[in-house]
């Protein structure tokens, strides 16, 4: 079945920098990738997406490419700010089967 | 907005008690799902219901069981709790069939098994 690492566990950053985590997907047949985020109290929320027809996607801040010959996709965070510190879960879907990262935990300081 | 509510944030049970999870959303979404998430360990599927009355087992079913009587009700059951079920339970709805589509998740219940 599907497997999904995502890297890294954890990663601090200074407000103002740029926040890159990385996951890797096994089966080549997944063609649906989200990535959702969790702050401290709060269930999961989507916050950006990218089917398998695309090779990258914008969203203000936000954007995550995707290389499906090499069965990776990143989520980059540009300008980071306090209120992007939280848990950032990956994903990868088959259609039939949706597998989570084990999550990044995100901590931006002023 | 869409709302998926948990009635329970935080439970104490103890080993053995049949302990019931319970979740609501407003959205008239066909497909439900409950999550296990652990540190480390990310969120695992443990059941999930496309529609009202049928339910498919996920990744790690064993020890669980689920109801979905009405469409905006599905329910995680714990049958008898043990040590190993202390865990952060989330339920998810969506509109879309195939989980190739947004997840619209609870805000989570703490289950602590003593």
């Known amino acids: 079945g599907e497997n999904v690492e995502q890297h890294p566990s954890t990663l601090s950053v200074q407000e103002g920098d740029s926040a890159v985590i990385k996951c890797t997907y096994s089966?080549?047949?997944?063609?649906?990738f989200p990535w959702y985020k969790q702050e401290l109290g709060k269930g999961p929320q989507l916050i950006i997406d990218?089917?398998?027809?695309?090779g990258e996607k914008k969203d203000q801040r936000i954007a995550v490419t995707l290389n499906k010959t090499a069965k990776h996709f990143s989520l980059h965070i540009t300008e980071t700010q306090p209120e992007d510190s939280a848990v950032y879960f990956c994903a990868a879907s088959t259609g039939t089967a949706l597998i989570f990262g084990k999550g990044t935990t995100l901590s931006v300081s002023s | 907005d869409v709302k998926v509510t948990q009635s329970s944030r935080y439970l104490v049970k103890r080993t053995g008690e049949k302990v019931f999870l319970e979740c609501v959303q407003d959205?008239?979404?066909?497909?439900m799902f409950w999550y296990r998430q652990d540190p480390g360990l990310g969120l695992r599927l443990i059941y999930f219901s496309y529609d009202v009355k049928m339910k498919e087992k996920g990744d790690i079913p064993e020890g669980y069981s689920v109801s979905r009587e009405k469409k905006e009700r599905f329910s995680l059951i714990l049958e008898s709790a043990s040590t190993n079920q202390t865990s952060m339970y989330l339920c998810?709805?969506?509109?879309?069939?195939?989980?190739?589509?947004?997840?619209?998740f609870g805000e989570g219940s703490r289950l602590t098994v003593l």
């Open positions: 998810a709805s969506s509109p879309w069939t195939g989980r190739t589509g947004e997840l619209f």
């Open positions: 089966d080549s047949a997944s063609n649906y």
């Open positions: 990218i089917r398998s027809n695309v």
């Open positions: 959205m008239d979404h066909e497909n």
